[in-house]
């Protein structure tokens, strides 16, 4: 019996305008035009934007396909080049052979035993925070996104360097932002013009990348003559690991190039986007009371135990670390993830010729109804064991997945886990009024639109 062959099929495409495609309803609401898409189409579509088709990837099973099962033949697309003016080549920006030796390099910096070791900071500097809003007026209104940037940048100062550099660093929170901002506008723009131009943009762009550069290639060149001086002296941070590592073939370590770019990037990536998702928790937390009194009682009764480390306790906030995922779940730092085609392939019956782009947005994956009930719906519950042993894998995505799985999730997981128990067994957060709704702002990372300001004051309710 011959056995019939299906031809592949063409994907479905969504309709734009003539000329600019779908560009402006892209970039003025992206999260709502790709929630529409998911309703309107079942598996995925292409959309053109700013003069490029974009697959949109909808399912977990499609998703999984191109980040993990084949993931040799996607790399990161265009947008990330953008990024990588000023990450440079580290571990978000590079590809292939150079992606794995990096990756290699640096991942025993992020091992369970180092995290182990950086709990008791992360729980220092929390508790500072504290003893900040125990002198806060409790009348006045908290800018709680600040305070979580603040926060945040304290801790990867701290893992990073140890030594004490938090005035070098804090000075460069203004440019960081900024790169932010030039990043966005430029993913979002039909006109790029080079950096060699001295547009008012460009300038900016390149003012803040020097000052930040001069801060960390300053601590590389503090640390590397520190070293020099006193060979055996030991750092207990992620930038000593960094440089001592050796590559198992060549016996190299990173240069102060690669030093940089990987600094840089775990810099980057461990302030803002867990600053943000921090801010959007006690955002939820402020509209869920009952939400944050478990977690109030969860932490007076474990953090309260006698003769075990802060990363033993970290572990037995069991019900905190749903909230975190439920956070993550709903406001995922990192809302879309692009991935380009180097070889022709099919995704499920649909063919795709090689140098194709593909989106992935886990705001929209989270939101899926096919494998998340009442999507909308802020529900720590839904991350017990028991609700979570049936849902694909690929149906939750705030870290990315396969081999790009970002390398400080743990790192992060565990950060937002301590800080959220911290806080919430002495304060209580409250909204400003009954009507108080924050937006979320699709820049390069999902920040609350406006930033989160909300009512502290200490905790009147019995754990």
């Not at 580290?90 to 150079?98: K, N, Q, V, W």
């Not at 690991?241 to 198992?248: A, H, I, Q, S, V």
């Not at 992060?412 to 400003?432: G, H, K, S, W, Y």
């Not at 979320?440 to 406006?450: C, I, S």
Request: with cysteine.
């Amino acid at each position: 019996m011959q056995t019939s062959i299906v031809p592949p099929q063409t994907a479905p495409r969504h309709r734009g305008w003539p000329l600019v495609g779908s560009t402006y309803p892209f970039i003025n609401d992206p999260l709502g035009f790709m929630l529409r898409l998911q309703e309107q189409h079942e598996r995925l579509s292409v959309v053109n934007v700013l003069r490029r088709d974009l697959t949109i990837l909808q399912t977990a099973e499609d998703v999984k396909y191109v980040l993990q099962e084949n993931n040799r033949n996607y790399h990161k697309s265009e947008a990330y080049k953008i990024l990588a003016t000023f990450l440079g080549n580290g571990l978000l920006t590079s590809e292939e052979d150079f992606w794995r030796r990096q990756r290699k390099l640096a991942q025993p910096a992020f091992y369970k035993q180092r995290l182990a070791l950086m709990t008791d900071m992360m729980a220092q500097e929390t508790e500072a925070l504290v003893d900040d809003w125990k002198k806060h007026d409790a009348a006045q209104p908290r800018d709680i996104s600040k305070d979580m940037l603040r926060l945040t940048l304290n801790i990867v100062t701290k893992a990073l360097f140890s030594t004490d550099v938090g005035d070098r660093v804090a000075g460069i929170s203004a440019a960081l932002d900024d790169i932010m901002h030039f990043a966005d506008q430029t993913l979002k723009s039909f006109i790029r013009l080079p950096l060699k131009y001295p547009t008012p943009r460009n300038v900016k762009f390149q003012s803040a990348v020097r000052k930040v550069e001069e801060v960390i290639y300053g601590i590389i060149n503090g640390r590397r003559a520190e070293i020099q001086r006193n060979p055996d002296a030991s750092y207990d941070d992620l930038l000593d690991m960094l440089m001592r590592t050796r590559d198992e073939e060549t016996g190299e370590t990173m240069s102060d190039g690669q030093l940089r770019d990987e600094v840089t990037t775990i810099f980057m990536a461990g302030h803002e986007t867990t600053a943000n998702a921090l801010s959007w928790a006690l955002y939820l937390l402020a509209k869920h009371p009952e939400v944050a009194q478990r977690i109030r009682e969860e932490s007076k009764e474990v953090l309260a135990k006698k003769g075990t480390s802060t990363f033993e306790k970290a572990r037995e906030l069991g019900y905190t670390m749903q909230v975190v995922q439920e956070v993550l779940r709903l406001y995922p730092p990192a809302w879309v993830i692009s991935r380009r085609s180097l070889a022709e392939d099919k995704i499920g019956p649909y063919a795709f010729p090689a140098d194709s782009y593909f989106l992935i947005s886990p705001y929209t994956l989270h939101r899926r109804t096919e494998y998340w009930n009442e999507p909308e719906v802020f529900n720590p519950d839904r991350f017990s064991e028991e609700n979570s042993k049936d849902r694909p894998t690929y149906a939750y995505l705030p870290f990315g997945g396969g081999p790009r799985l970002c390398i400080g999730n743990n790192f992060a997981l565990l950060e937002m886990q301590l800080i959220l128990a911290i806080l919430l067994r002495d304060f209580e957060v409250e909204l400003l009024s009954p009507n108080q709704n924050i937006e979320p702002e699709p820049m390069v990372t999902l920040r609350p639109k406006g930033g989160v300001n909300l009512g502290v004051k200490r905790s009147t309710v019995e754990g």
